[in-house]
Nanobody, 130 residues
Framework: QVQLVESGGGLVQAGDSLRLSCVAS????????MGWFRQAPGKERELVAA?????????????SYADPVKGRFIISRDNDKNTVYLQMNSLKPEDTAVYYC??????????????????WGQGTQVTVSS
């Protein structure tokens, strides 16, 4: 069982930056692929970014990004801290949403499909004003 706790959301102005963090419980973090999803009011939840499991103490993992955030958002992980980050730069009002981190079962590759993630955090609100 993996528990995920997000933090770092808030109210910012367009053009500002925020960094979201998600801390995972358990000893298997290095073998888990992680994703950040978001859900805006009245819309479906969608993938923002995902990073592959990397094994051992290495914090490298292959990444994927949704087109609207490419070049602005960066996903990274620190296996020593059981934490995945989402650095969000040049924020836009359309980035306003509840952001969720999610984890796959061990040794599953990163995925754009929500059904491939078994564990979810409670979400953190990001609001970008114009």
């Amino acid at each position: 069982q993996v528990q995920l706790v997000e933090s770092g959301g808030g109210l910012v102005q367009a053009g500002d930056s925020l960094r979201l963090s998600c801390v995972a419980s358990g000893r298997t973090f290095s073998s888990i692929s992680m994703g950040w999803f978001r859900q805006a009011p009245g819309k479906e939840r969608e993938l923002v970014a995902a990073i592959n499991w990397s094994g051992g103490r290495t914090s490298y993992g292959r990444t994927s990004y949704a087109d609207p955030v490419k070049g602005r958002f960066i996903i990274s992980r620190d296996n020593d801290k059981n934490t995945v980050y989402l650095q969000m730069n040049s924020l836009k009002p359309e980035d306003t949403a509840v952001y969720y981190c999610a984890a796959t079962p061990p040794y599953r590759s990163r995925s754009t499909n929500q059904e491939d993630y078994d564990y979810w955090g409670q979400g953190t609100q990001v609001t970008v004003s114009s």
